[in-house]
T-cell receptor, first 113, second 111 residues
């Protein structure tokens, strides 16, 4: 257990529905990251926050994806109008600073039917 | 060219032998390098980080970094069946926040 928690661990939804995932980082870490991982691939960066500020977003993050970290603690990732191609493991990680080690939560596995 | 390249494997190593995992990266300004272990269906687990040229040892694991050759490797001594997993190489540019991952090498330790 790294101290990063994610909820839910599994989510099955129908195409077109909206889903929201939550991540709670290690408490003293001010940087929080979201990644997406599909079978046979390494995690792909989606976005990251320093405290409450979202500082970078990947081109992978379409307009249907939005992330927030309103009080600089937990973060949410919302996917609107889900598509089958959104099926993946969504991973959250946190670190103390840029370049430092990132610790991952257990992930949320999304299945879009 | 991928930013971080790894042989996908599977790499099969007999129990008790040394497993050698390799990774190359394309960006010369990369400053931080990490090895993660990922069991099937689980999230990545950090096992080694290395920031300067040379070797860094932690128990049965040794990370090796050669920035001139843009090459980082992981050695696992006395391989155990529990080491069977996918090993992800990850690279972080100086002052950048995101980590770029390779696709991973699947390692299988045979009894």
């Amino acid at each position: 257990d790294t101290g990063v928690s994610q909820d839910p661990r599994h989510k099955i939804t129908k195409r077109g529905q909206n889903v929201t995932f939550r991540c709670d980082p290690i408490s003293e870490h001010n940087r929080l990251y979201w990644y997406r991982q599909t079978l046979g691939q390494g995690p792909e960066f989606l976005t990251y926050f320093q405290n409450e500020a979202q500082l970078e977003k990947s081109r992978l993050l379409s307009d249907r994806f939005s992330a927030e970290r309103p009080k600089g603690s937990f973060s949410t990732l919302e996917i609107q109008r889900t598509e089958q191609g959104d099926s993946a493991m969504y991973l959250c990680a946190s670190s103390l600073a840029a370049g430092n080690e990132q610790f991952f939560g257990p992930g949320t596995r999304l299945t879009v039917l | 060219q991928k930013e971080v390249e790894q042989n996908s494997g599977p790499l099969s190593v007999p129990e008790g032998a040394i497993a050698s995992l390799n990774c190359t990266y394309s960006d010369r300004v990369s400053q931080s390098f990490f090895w993660y272990r990922q069991y099937s269906g689980k999230s990545p687990e950090l096992i080694m980080s290395i920031y300067s040229n040379g070797d860094k040892e932690d128990g049965r694991f040794t990370a090796q970094l050669n920035k001139a050759s843009q090459y980082v490797s992981l050695l696992i001594r006395d391989s155990q069946p529990s080491d069977s997993a996918t090993y992800l190489c990850a690279v972080n540019e100086r002052r950048a926040s995101k980590i770029i991952f390779g696709s991973g090498t699947r390692l299988s330790i045979r009894p």
